[in-house]
Structures are given as structure tokens and as C-alpha cells.
């Protein structure tokens, strides 16, 4: 009886190397490369995360050098009144004749720095409360205690309409951008802390944390770097998608309270579209359109942006992503290395 052939070896190894090669590609390509190639497996991530870093380069260029991106002055005459989208005036000119793109264009900076201002100071101040709220709550402890008043405390916060409960704050603090941003931040951090202390509560029982304590770590080392290494992932895409959701917010108040004053040296589109919608909405509605169309764009784009990092964050999605757009092994051939093919005419050695 003659060797067994190690075709049928070598067919069934081939997937296991194919795996081998997937993983080393992934582990090649580094962080950056693995989120372009997630980006490009999903177009809307793509064109969530192209419109972000294209608003923040507008922004930054508008706080810097303004004239770059916008060609008049916020309360720069134009010289044309009430005059519809043209190639001079893309987004129209209004009553005073102010320019409206250089308006919309001008409050990028400010928009955006409101949005990452009111979300970063929630997520600092509801994320460390959620931290000591999730991991310290033990019965019958100072931790416990101190858990309990943060979380009566949030409770309350959260029974009352966050965007209700901001128009107050801001009418009682009066006008001004500090003001309202924060009317805001104060109803805005409770939800940080309801997510943070739920993800602390669904680790802090893991194996490796029991194995960390029985060891002798320390609560602070452990947190530091057990608990809030796992807590990041989804607190960072719950903060990409809450920036949009802030900015509608601010916008709402805008429109109602108008705590920026437009006219004025820094337009807010919230403001503008308030300021525009009482008289000019039904004979000029490119006014108001232009403003309410850049609050779309923005949340419609950290909103793409947000499940985009969900994808990039979540291992089994990323590597699902990653296999869908890595380049197809070529297939191996299942004739032993070492075996000669056959010509024609020819016999088998006896």
C-alpha cells in the first residue's frame, strides 16, 4: 500500500493560513489604516467623517482668517437687498443686505465650539460621577453613600425636560453665549452619568477585575486602567453622536430665547433662523433655508460620524469590515509541492 497523498492536508489547512494572513494583514495595516479601510467598506462613515474634518477646517479657518472663507464682514453691507441665490451671493442677500453666506459660513466657529464645549464639559463632569456612582457603590460604605446622593441628584435632573429646564436657566442668566452654554451644560451632564455608571456596573464584576482586587491593586489603579479603558469605546461614540443633539438643542434656544443677538459680530444660526422666520419666511425663504440647512448638515454628519467609530471601536464589527475589503488570497493548489505533473503519453512508475 502506497503513502497516503497530503492533498487532502493541505486543502483542509488552507483556511487556517487564510485566517493567519487576515490577521497579520489587520495587524499590519495599523489604527490608521484600519479605519479607512472600515471608512471605505461603509460610504456613510466615509461621508460622515469628509464633512467633519471639512467643517472643522472652515471653522478653524474662519476664527482665524475670516476673510478666506467668507467675503464680507457679518454686518458688512453688501449693497443688494433681499436678492435671491446668485453666483455673487450663493445663499442670498437679506433686508439689511447682508451677505447670508458669509453669515452661515462665519458661525461655523462658533457652532462648533459650543457643541465640543457643552459635550466635552457633560462628559467630564457626568463620566467621573458615573465612574464613583458605578464603581465605588458598595452597601453600607462612604462609596455607597456618596453613590447614592449622585444618583438622587440625577434623578432629579433628568425629571425635568432638558431643553425646558435650559430656556429657564438661560432667561434667568440672561443673554450671552457664555450664559447659554451654561443653561446647557447644567441639564446636560446626567445622561453621562447614567451611561458610564451602567457600562462600570456590566465590568466592574468581570474575572479580571476580581483577579486585579484579590491581588492587592487599588481601586484608583484599577479604574484607571481596567474600568475606563473599556468604558471609552462607547462613551466616545455616545459623544460624537450627543454633539449633534446639543447643537439642535442650542439652536432650539437660539431660535426662542435668541440669546446671541444677530445682527451682530458673531452670527449663530439658531439666532438667524429666529431672526429671519418673523417676517421674511413666506417672501425670502432662502433666508431662513440657509441657516436650517446647516444645522441639518452637522448633525447629519457627526450622526454618520458616531456609527462610523462604532464600527471602528467594536471589534467583531471592525473585523467584519476589514475582511470585507481585504484583498482575496489567491487559491492555493491542492497538488502535493513535490509532485511532477504527468505528460501526455506518459505512464505511472511502476
Known amino acids: 500500500m502506497g503513502a497516503s497523498s497530503p492533498a487532502p492536508t493541505q486543502a483542509t489547512s488552507a483556511p487556517a493560513r487564510g485566517t493567519r494572513r487576515l490577521r497579520s494583514t489587520e495587524e499590519g495595516i495599523g489604527a490608521l489604516g484600519t479605519f479607512w479601510r472600515i471608512l471605505r467598506a461603509n460610504p456613510l462613515s466615509l461621508v460622515g467623517f469628509l464633512l467633519v474634518a471639512f467643517l472643522i477646517v472652515v471653522g478653524v479657518i474662519g476664527a482665524v482668517a475670516p476673510r478666506v472663507v467668507a467675503p464680507y464682514a457679518p454686518t458688512q453691507s453688501t449693497g443688494v437687498f433681499n436678492q435671491g441665490p446668485s453666483w455673487a451671493h450663493p445663499f442670498g442677500t437679506d433686508g439689511n443686505s447682508f451677505d447670508i453666506y458669509s453669515n452661515v459660513v462665519l458661525a461655523i466657529p462658533l457652532d462648533l465650539g459650543i457643541g465640543l464645549v457643552i459635550a466635552g464639559s457633560a462628559l467630564l463632569l457626568g463620566g467621573g460621577l458615573g465612574l464613583i456612582a458605578g464603581y465605588w457603590d458598595r452597601p453600607r460604605s462612604v462609596g455607597g453613600a456618596v453613590a447614592t446622593v449622585i444618583l438622587r441628584v440625577t434623578d432629579v435632573f433628568l425629571s425635568f425636560p432638558s431643553l425646558i429646564l435650559a430656556l429657564a436657566i438661560g432667561v434667568?442668566?440672561?443673554?450671552?453665549?457664555?450664559q447659554a452654554i451654561l443653561a446647557v451644560s447644567v441639564?446636560?451632564?446626567?445622561?453621562y452619568v447614567r451611561l458610564v455608571r451602567g457600562e462600570v456596573l456590566a465590568i466592574k464584576h468581570l474575572p479580571y477585575i476580581t483577579a486585579a482586587r484579590?491581588?492587592?491593586?487599588?481601586?484608583?489603579?484599577?479604574?484607571?486602567?481596567?474600568?475606563?479603558?473599556?468604558?471609552?469605546?462607547?462613551?466616545?461614540?455616545?459623544?460624537?453622536?450627543?454633539?449633534?443633539?446639543v447643537l439642535v438643542t442650542f439652536s432650539t434656544i437660539g431660535f426662542v430665547a435668541h440669546p446671541i443677538p444677530y445682527p451682530g459680530p458673531s452670527p449663530e444660526w439658531g439666532s438667524m433662523m429666529s431672526y429671519y422666520s418673523a417676517a421674511l419666511v413666506t417672501v425670502h425663504p432662502w433666508t431662513i433655508l440657509a441657516p436650517g440647512a446647516a444645522i441639518f448638515v452637522t448633525v447629519l454628519a457627526f450622526s454618520l460620524l458616531g456609527d462610523g467609530l462604532r464600527d471602528v471601536l467594536d471589534p467583531r464589527s471592525r473585523r467584519a469590515l476589514v475582511r470585507s475589503v481585504a484583498p482575496t488570497p489567491p487559491p492555493e493548489s491542492t497538488q502535493a509541492p513535490d509532485a511532477a505533473p504527468l505528460e501526455s503519453g506518459g505512464s505511472t512508475p511502476g
Do not use: C, E, M
Request: hydrophobic share 50%.
Open 172 to 178: 434667568s442668566l440672561g443673554r450671552g453665549v457664555w
Open 187 to 191: 441639564t446636560w451632564w446626567p445622561y
Open 214 to 245: 484579590a491581588a492587592g491593586v487599588k481601586d484608583g489603579r484599577i479604574v484607571l486602567r481596567h474600568v475606563l479603558r473599556n468604558v471609552l469605546d462607547p462613551v466616545l461614540v455616545y459623544f460624537t453622536l450627543d454633539i449633534g443633539t
